[in-house]
């Protein structure tokens, strides 16, 4: 896709659908792709628009977008042949999605609904393990081919089991509630913060260092600590590393899970970076 392609493009008004076969070259063609992003308010938002004809939130539309491209790349490997994004889009609404709810396709349901319900961990209301793997993928490959900063923070819960143990199951899900709404609280909208699993969230910071990330996770496990004191004593203990000397996000999340190791210890209840 040239150039001029791309700058027409970008004078596209908030909900006129795009070319399909625009569209077909953003899911194929990155440097095209990253421009658009880059020039167009709610760039994520036109696009969903255009496959689906629903207007939803561009957080959201943002996190479709990154699966309906991941399942297209995953279909075609198994495939070994091109499928095109609108096969790829019905695939993942209406196999992947849809097969495991009570949601029809979007003619009777909302498709925001849809994406909340196929992305957000039910408990915390933090997004959900399968789409942070993609998510994380994405923006570790965005940070390293734009030069940004990209930074990852993973907390895990003090002694949880013991909560459990003393309090019972429901004082448990209470507490990984509360300390969902905590974080959802101290994040930016472009942050995403994840149940990671059982009573270990994290937090991945786009364009944020990892001194700036550890500002943030500290005002969180201040918050933490504050909110449980007169109860069940709460504490959490965070681990955070970014992208700079990590060759892949692999590296990133060991990086982070090995801060945390550091901060259970050297005591628990504090925040580390790598």
């Not at 006129?16 to 990155?30: H, K, N, P």
């Not at 709610?42 to 939803?56: A, G, M």
């Amino acid at each position: 896709m040239d150039q001029e392609t791309v700058k027409k493009i970008i004078s596209i008004q908030e909900e006129t659908v795009l070319d399909q076969s625009i569209i077909e070259g953003f899911a194929y063609d990155e440097n095209a792709f990253d421009t658009y992003v880059e020039k167009t308010i709610d760039p994520y938002s036109q696009i969903i628009f255009t496959l689906t004809h629903k207007k939803i939130a561009e957080a959201k539309a943002r996190l479709l977008w990154i699966k309906i491209t991941a399942h297209l790349q995953l279909l075609e490997q198994q495939l070994g042949r091109k499928i095109g994004l609108n096969v790829a889009t019905l695939d993942y609404l209406e196999n992947i999605v849809v097969k495991n709810t009570t949601y029809k396709i979007i003619d009777e349901a909302s498709l925001e609904a849809i994406v909340d319900f196929s992305t957000i961990d039910e408990l915390t209301q933090l997004y959900n393990r399968d789409i942070f793997d993609v998510f994380i993928k994405k923006l570790f490959e965005e940070s390293k081919r734009n030069k940004s900063v990209l930074s990852y923070a993973m907390f895990d819960i003090d002694d949880f089991k013991k909560v459990n143990d003393t309090y019972g199951h429901q004082i448990g899900d209470h507490v990984l509630k509360t300390i969902g709404d905590i974080i959802k609280k101290n994040i930016r909208e472009m942050d995403m913060g994840v149940r990671y699993g059982g009573e270990e969230l994290g937090i991945i910071f786009p364009n944020i260092d990892k001194n700036s990330a550890v500002s943030i996770a500290e005002r969180i496990r201040k918050s933490i600590e504050a909110v449980f004191k007169n109860d069940q004593h709460v504490t959490i203990s965070c681990g955070i590393a970014d992208n700079n000397d990590q060759k892949d996000v692999v590296s990133l999340i060991n990086a982070a899970d090995e801060a945390l190791y550091k901060a259970k210890e050297a005591g628990k209840n504090q925040v580390c970076s790598q």
